[in-house]
């Protein structure tokens, strides 16, 4: 290596002093010490501000020439109620809550100004209502990213002061699973609209939800800037620790999601509904079984496979929070789940496997304990009237597009019934209602029934006035679960209040998801606030106004009709008067969504 004294040599002493000390300038050797490059130091995601609380942060840059100007980039916007001054201070009360993605500018004072940008993002919460908002918790999630359909589940513990802890969680893609532990924080406003961020998983997952007034049952979206989207459900745990023997005996099970195109499976949506028996194991470390099953399925491409056995296990892991287990229908692939504990009762499912030709499906799912089995005599089937969401898909013109319903279901006695039916093909309305008998009944409590049109349903009872019901029609899969129907009369004024609301899960990307809260004022007014996720962005704290009425007292039939924050229809029906589901049926929108609203 050359010393020092050489390479003034060779190069003189100015050289060198310009090379050794940056003494040059302006593309010439000279006493003018060099600039380094403009660039801004402050890091995203900048610190957390809430709905009311006067938020302050002060933007700082590097290099360049002093003094610089500091400006919002052209197409972004702030969060409501801040704004950006020029010497680079973000400052004011946010009025809404969000995670908000926006981008900053600097300028330098150079006779030539330099510039740099960068993108950051704030989380606002409102975080004046979090003592609320205590305890364990369970959720599960379905939605899409840039690769393709992803499913979350998991748990974790909210400290009734904004901290999440605990947290476990299960990601899958097309491109693979991981099984996460995380921490964060959470919001809860007034209104019962809040935030949840995982803070400690990459890219800060962010999901808008609402929750009921009991803070026990809520709906979430996914609400940040990482790219994925997707609708989920939230449920305050009655039972937070997944044991051996924690799953025991008789249970229904719904799931739903999407097959690869692998193994025979063509690409498209899959519904799976059926029963089985739970066997724990006489140890913590053991295996359970599972066993004396029956399932149906439809997927794409194949006509439903109807009856089929269903075998399996599972067992406990070392995260206290989760099992595992294996559900293995007879001629469709085994798939492989985390499973979440609701109550004693009742468990979330999301399958871990990484997508492969053995392993096509990418699924969530309910188990619900089963009373009933052995199912027997002329009554199997309803013997109370029920009503119930119902979300898939039905292929038209060489695609999977959206297929939406509810349902009331009318028991009549014996084995007869009535169904009367609000179904969305794509911005397609259909209404049907007609009488029916329940046939084909068998011990495990799968009934079918003589009506082949809408949507010829098969129905697995979780007890005689609910059931998981899957759609058995040809390339037209759909899932859904009746819920037993409380006595009317139901009267506008008898389902006055506030109502969390919120999506189903997507079954195309280009559904919208949202989550909120609406205020029936017992009379015919809607009023509200709403979270939105489309694929052009998403739309914190939206303003929700318009009329409702109930067209049938009876069967607790009504319609919404909004025209803030855009025109929207509806139609629902109610579970009870702190309850309902709701199909929308706007002109024109061949994106329609099924809402699950309570109390």
Known sequence: MASRASLMLVLGASTVSCLLYQGC?????????????????????????????????????????????WSLASGSTLPAGLALSSSGLLA??????????????????????????????????????VARLNGDFAFEFSGFNATGA??????????????????????????GHTNQ???????????NRGMLVFASLPGSPAYAFAIDSSEAHGRLIEFDATGTRGSGQLEKQGLSVCAFNSITGEYAVGITGNATS????????????????????????????????????????????????????????????????????QS????????????????????????????????????????????????????????????????????????????????TGSSGFSLAVVENQAGT?????????FVGADSFGRVATNLMTPIDPIFYMINQSEAFVIGEIFNNPFLGIMLPQSSGPFTASAIKGSFAQGTSFPVTNAVHNLSGVLALDGVQAVTGTQDLSTTSGNMAGQSVSGTYTISNST???????LTTPANFAGSFYLVSPTQFVLVSTTSGDANPVLIFAQQ
């Open 181 to 191: 532990t995380f921490s964060g924080s959470y919001s809860l406003g007034s209104d």
């Open 25 to 69: 300038s302006g593309g010439s050797f000279g006493s003018k010490p060099l600039v380094k490059s403009l660039a801004i130091t402050t890091t995203s995601p900048l610190p957390a501000g809430s709905v009311g609380v006067a938020y302050s942060d002060q933007f700082a840059a590097t290099g360049g020439t002093a003094p610089f100007q």
């Open 262 to 329: 692998a193994a025979g499976f063509g690409a498209g949506p899959v519904v799976m509904a059926g029963r089985f028996t739970a066997t724990p194991p006489g140890t913590q470390t053991g295996q359970g079984s599972i066993g004396n099953g029956e399932m149906d399925a439809n997927t794409p491409g194949s006509f439903p496979l109807t009856r089929e056995t269903v075998f399996g296990s599972y067992q406990s892991t070392s995260q206290t929070a989760r099992c595992a287990a294996t559900i293995s229908p």
């Open 555 to 561: 069967a607790g039939f009504g319609s919404i009709t």
């Open 332 to 411: 469709l692939p085994s798939m492989n789940f985390s499973v979440y504990p609701v109550s004693e009762t009742e468990f979330f499912l999301v399958e871990t496997d990484a997508i492969s030709a053995s392993t096509p499906l990418l699924m969530v799912g309910t188990l619900i304990q089963q009373v009933g089995f052995p199912f027997s005599g002329p009554a199997v089937g309803f013997t109370a009237n029920s009503v119930g969401g119902l979300t898939g898909q039905f292929f038209s013109g060489g695609s999977y597009v959206p297929d939406v319903a509810i349902a009331a279901l009318t028991a």
């Open 150 to 175: 992803i499913v979350a589940g998991g748990s974790f513990h909210a400290d009734g002061s904004g901290n999440i802890s605990a947290g476990v969680e299960d990601f899958t893609t097309t491109t």
């Open 92 to 129: 004011g009360t946010p009025t809404a809550l969000g995670v908000n993605t926006f981008s900053i500018r600097v300028t330098d004072s150079a006779a030539v100004p330099a510039t740099a940008t960068q993108s950051f993002t704030l989380t606002i919460s409102g975080g004046t209502n």
């Open 429 to 437: 309305i259909k209404n049907f209602s007609g009488a029916s008998n």
